[in-house]
């Protein structure tokens, strides 16, 4: 049974920074593509990062602002947050994608996780 646990996610200000964690179990992840995607009430799931075998991949939103990590002897992703702001808001997923397949699309991740709540007020 694969399991994908998202923690880290809190309410910070404008400015500030968030650390989100995807801790995965029941398979080595180190040679699949983890995406990190966020929704807020009334629109859909969106793409925020993604890593995988050959690079990083952002969102235009996030770009130069977050950066996505993994350490592979923790079998854990990392999303460093920073220069947070209000637009940020929202439930944070962590997915992982066993297989080629798109890396923007949602519907591409086979395994999710639960979500973090991250809040940023202005």
């Known amino acids: 049974q694969v399991q994908l646990v998202e923690s880290g996610g809190g309410l910070v200000q404008a400015g500030d920074s968030l650390r989100l964690s995807c801790a995965a179990s029941?398979?080595?992840?180190?040679?699949?593509?983890m995406g990190w995607f966020r929704q807020v009430p009334g629109k859909e799931r969106e793409f925020v990062a993604a890593i995988d075998w050959s690079g990083t991949y952002y969102a235009d939103s996030v770009k130069d602002r977050f950066t996505i990590s993994r350490d592979n002897a923790k079998n854990t992703g990392n999303l460093q947050m920073n220069s947070l702001k209000p637009e940020d808001t929202a439930v944070y997923y962590c997915?992982?994608?066993?297989?080629?397949?798109?890396?923007?699309?949602?519907?591409?991740?086979?395994?999710w996780g639960q979500g973090t709540q991250v809040t940023v007020s202005s």
């Open positions: 029941g398979r080595t992840i180190s040679n699949d593509r």
């Open positions: 997915a992982v994608q066993t297989f080629a397949g798109l890396i923007r699309l949602v519907t591409t991740y086979n395994y």
